[in-house]
């Protein structure tokens, strides 16, 4: 699993071992129903227990806006900011050839068509400050040039090298706030 | 910062030894093959994490054992750090005031510049070895550029591997635009810093070559970049960015043959010229040598004005020098803050009294 080296995965299993019948057969009952009911959003690609998010449906979201992230996670993320009001869009990945991940396992060609669909007027690049997300950033850019919307990026306002997921939500909120717009 | 103590454990012939340092000057003294640049490699490692001259890891630990440790006390003015590098199982450790570290951290924490034999190379020998100075020498003094080093090895292996796809495909991916707009802005940006690196110490290497080699000779530092030229009109980054794109464009259907990068600032190179000669091609070994020594000076007298003084490590410098240059290059080192230098046989290093180290067959015997 992400993140779980051999030594943590080895306190895991010791904590499993020790604890009570019952806590490990909930823990498993949980994991169980969350891979039962936890899918991805249709439009947006973001975790959802149904066919479409929460936030796809919200009526009150500004659909003139959408943010673009890598991962489920980066919603989250972005939305514990409470500074972003529109929709999103996951790549569920970034350009990365020694992934073998190219611009035809993202997807793209998804989001032009709910550009056109929902009559977006701004896109909003929220990939990782890296070398791979920024590419993924100039990538998707230049992809979405012909539809002659608004494409603005949060890059400049994020510490380079990092993860989106390690900035804090004042240096988000920020970020968001003073998005430059990517010519 | 300056070093107070280091400890050496299993580290090549030195089992366990504790050496403290003098504030200012610092001779080591043994006949050849005692430990003396051994223990010079070690203050190195501590500060930029590796050795100046061995690149496999398991060659540093002492014959019959399974790790090395190198721990040292630095102070900066008074304030107290410990630096410590250790290696064992293949993995290294590295820990800045007993906080875990990466290699990344070392790198102008303490700041060191060694000078040592093997500089010959950086006139005689391979361009890697000339990129390597640039990469160390910028990296202690400016942070961004160890971090645009870091993201430009990022790029160029996922460049490479994208190459290595087309050559196999025949097909140019629709993806390997973004990876040249990352290779040529970040590989521009460290090729800008290099050339500012190299015009602002050039001054400084022209007046040691000439005290040391007491010649009037002009020093050029050219910088040599593969795939275009770069003359002094080049001024700004941008500058750079456009030459850099041009030959890039010009050489990808080569790139896709090959399968790999085949320009940026690693594959680059510089050359040394007095009186418009290159002295890899046309020198005497003696200018070869004074050029390293003043190249290595200058180093020193940058990281000094730039980040603060930094520990000066002279492995036998003296050794292959007339008396009249080392004179010359006594009053040069002079004004560096603390010196530590190994010699077979007793130097003067100046008016100031140095403390005395003698190794013996890597037992520390005198210490102060
Ligand atoms: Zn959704």
């Known amino acids: 699993m992400p993140t779980i080296g051999k030594r943590t995965a080895q306190r895991l299993a010791l904590y499993l071992v020790k604890a009570p019948k019952e806590e490990v057969a909930a823990l498993v009952d949980a994991i169980v129903k969350m891979k039962e009911r936890v899918r991805f959003c249709s439009q947006c690609g973001s975790l959802s227990e149904d066919d479409v998010c929460p936030i796809c449906r919200d009526p009150k979201r500004d659909r003139s806006v959408i943010c673009v992230v890598e991962e489920p996670g980066n919603v989250m993320r972005i939305e514990s900011t409470g500074e972003y009001k529109g929709l999103y869009h996951v790549l569920h990945g970034r350009l990365s050839p020694l992934d073998g991940i190219g611009p035809e396992d993202l997807a793209i060609d998804k989001l032009e068509r709910r550009i056109e669909n929902l009559g977006v007027k701004e896109v909003i690049i929220a990939t990782n400050p890296n070398v791979e997300g920024e590419a993924t950033c100039n990538y998707i850019a230049q992809a979405l040039k012909p539809l002659g919307i608004k494409i603005t990026s949060i890059a400049t306002g994020v510490p380079i090298g990092s993860d989106l997921d390690f900035a804090d939500e004042m240096t988000l909120s920020r970020a968001f706030r003073g998005r430059a717009e990517i010519k | ?368």
């Not at chain 2, 196999?168 to 973004?178: A, E, F, H, T, Y």
């Not at chain 2, 002094?232 to 794109?245: C, G, K």
Request: proline residues 2%; charged residues 30%; glycine residues 8%.
């Open chain 2, 1 to 368: 910062m300056r070093i107070h103590q280091i400890r050496l454990t299993n580290f090549r012939n030195f089992s366990d030894a504790v050496v403290t340092f003098g504030e200012r000057r610092n001779l080591i003294l043994g006949r050849n093959a005692q430990g003396k640049t051994n223990l010079l490699e070690a203050i190195h490692i501590l500060g930029v994490g590796r050795s100046h001259r061995e690149r496999r890891e398991a060659n540093l630990v002492k014959f019959g054992e399974t790790f090395y440790r190198i721990e040292g006390v630095f102070f900066d003015k008074s304030v107290r750090n410990v630096i410590e590098v250790a290696y064992s199982e293949q993995r290294k450790r590295i820990r800045i005031n007993a906080k875990e570290a990466r290699p990344v951290d070392l790198i102008g924490f303490a700041g060191v510049v060694i000078s040592s034999p093997e500089d010959i190379a950086l006139v005689k020998g391979a361009p890697g070895v000339r990129r390597l100075f640039l990469d160390v020498a910028i990296s202690q003094i400016r942070r961004e550029y160890l971090r645009s080093l870091q993201r430009y090895v990022r790029v160029l292996d996922q460049r490479n591997k994208l190459l290595k796809q087309a050559q196999l495909s025949g097909q140019m991916p629709s993806d390997i635009s973004v990876w040249n707009t990352k290779l040529v802005e970040i590989g521009a940006a460290i090729v800008r810093l290099r050339l500012e690196y190299l015009e602002e110490i050039e001054k400084d290497v022209e007046s040691n070559f000439q005290k040391i080699s007491r010649t009037r000779g002009k020093v050029g530092l050219i910088y040599k970049p593969k795939g275009y030229d770069v003359d002094s009109d080049v001024d700004s980054l941008e500058a750079v960015e456009s030459l850099m794109a041009d030959a890039l464009t010009s050489l990808l259907e080569a790139e896709v043959r090959r399968g790999y990068t085949l320009i940026g600032p690693h594959v680059d190179d510089f050359c040394f010229k007095v009186d418009g000669r290159d002295l890899r091609l046309f020198g005497s070994e003696g200018e070869q040598r004074t050029a390293v020594l003043a190249i290595r000076c200058a180093e020193a007298q940058e990281m000094k004005a730039k980040r603060g003084a930094p520990i000066v490590l002279l492995d036998d410098v003296f050794a292959e020098l007339d008396d009249e240059r080392s004179r010359a290059l006594t009053a040069l080192i002079s004004e560096f803050d603390q010196i530590i230098l190994t010699s077979s046989r007793g130097v003067s290093l100046g008016d100031e009294a140095a403390r005395i180290i003698e190794i013996s067959d890597g037992r520390i015997v005198r210490n102060g």
